[in-house]
């Protein structure tokens, strides 16, 4: 039975594997070009925003030379998110040989969709080193005119990036539907496997088709948890298994920071996000606004000794709509290293919201205001992760 095979389940942890945490911005983008340029066999890239724009095209180039190299090539894009790639670039993009499919929901147009979204961002290159996190390619998440917005990711290399090649190929074959190409994939035979301990683990969450690994990693997260959770989460908005967790483990005397969004792209969430503050004061629950760009990083830990980072946003769209992918670390050193940046960004970038402040400058119509914004996210939640059908497999 070879490595791969060996570990191809998303369910348990890996033991060989060097980890980075990768801020997003230049770093990553310069990162990713790495891994694409470094590739010899096979490279699976998958996201949800792909905009063909100055970081797009960077990485495009980047993925045209490697498969004049003869390296394989799969790409897989959220029909919806990134509709506005032209078709003169996917023809250029198949002319050399890179395969490409859309990942549709069941209805779309221009303006909204209806069904699963792939949201989750990944690369791998020859099943051994992996690129796993909130970031996708576009302008706005790298460091051009302005500074990127605050994202972060997974570098590994080793046993996990298995999982991963595993996950992709597996959303590959079922973006059509279920029929699947007949397109050989190519593995290495002995992959250079790190002697590096370091326990990793992918983990999936997709309702429709019964995975709900992350939210179980939350929920495992918040029970397990003695001393402290930091949770950094865009669009926080926390269904009732979560609150639960997290009032359950208030009481228990765990100290809870959320680190959210203070400036957001989408207003409505925001406000409504804003809404559950009260909850989160009520449940002794520390609340700060990162305020220097907009936060879209989801990256979590608890007691110096765990970490998971990946897509996965705390609310009913990640849990339910969407198609998500994040890596789980239960390593000591590393889970301190990424407690220290959590800490660092609360003293110097984020500012802590108290209940006196918060009561002391919202009036009425404001509360009224994110009352209904709480509402109307809520239905639209409903009516996005609504299904005719549930399916597993």
Sequence with gaps: MSSFSKHSSATNYTMHNKTVLVRGGKKYFDLLEHIIDQAHTIIHLQTYIFNEDETGNRIINALLKAAGRGVQIFIVLDGYASRNISKACIKNLKSAGIHFRWFNPIFRSRYFYFGRRLHHKVAVADALTGLVGGVNIANRYNDLSEPAWLDW??????????????????????????????????????????????????????WVRGKKQISKTYTDMLKQAQHSVTIMSSYFLPGVLIKKHLSAAARRGVKIKIIAAGVSDVLLAKQAERYVYSWLFKNNIEIYEYKKTVLHGKLSTYDKKFVTVGSYNINNVSAYASIELNLDVLDAPFAKKTETVLQKIIREDCIQITEAEYNGKATFFMHVWQRLCYDIYRIILFLFTFYFKRRHG
Excluded at 181 to 195: H, K, M, V
């Design 153 to 206: 990711a997974l570098f590994v290399q080793g046993e996990a990036s298995l999982q991963l090649n595993n996950i992709c190929a597996d959303i590959w074959n079922k973006s059509m539907w279920g029929k699947r190409s007949g397109t050989r994939f190519i593995l290495p035979e002995n992959p250079l496997i790190p002697t590096d301990i370091c326990m990793v683990r992918a983990r999936v969450n997709d």
